[in-house]
Nanobody, 117 residues
Framework: QVQLVESGGGLVQPGGSLRLSCALSGNIFSTYVMGWYRQPPGNQRELVATIAFTLATNYADSVQGRFTISRDNTKNTVSLQMNSLKLEDTAVYYC???????????WGQGTQVTVST
């Protein structure tokens, strides 16, 4: 069974930076397309970014140019570097893994990111 353990997050001022990390265990890392989703207060969960084993990436328009997703295939980790943070980036951020063979999904427990003055 796949387990995703997140770290990072916290409180930051507008314009600041944070880095989220997520470690996958329980299966072969190369099997998974990894990603980050977020759920702002009172809103639905939305895609932030994804990265394939080939390192191909995809970003939501709202974070393009500010956030960078990366993965270390030797350490089974995925990270999200968030720069130039805005108030509207405040959300619970979730690590996500999708098995590229059977599309089975797994989620992390979520980590809070708060951008505030």
């Amino acid at each position: 069974q796949v387990q995703l353990v997140e770290s990072g997050g916290g409180l930051v001022q507008p314009g600041g930076s944070l880095r989220l990390s997520c470690a996958l265990s329980g299966n072969i890392f190369s099997t998974y397309v990894m990603g980050w989703y977020r759920q702002p207060p009172g809103n639905q969960r939305e895609l932030v970014a994804t990265i394939a084993f080939t390192l191909a990436t995809n970003y939501a328009d709202s974070v393009q140019g500010r956030f960078t997703i990366s993965r270390d295939n030797t350490k089974n980790t995925v990270s999200l570097q968030m720069n130039s943070l805005k108030l509207e980036d405040t959300a619970v951020y979730y690590c996500h893994a999708r098995n590229r063979y059977n599309n089975k999904e797994s989620w992390g427990q979520g980590t809070q990111v708060t951008v505030s003055t």
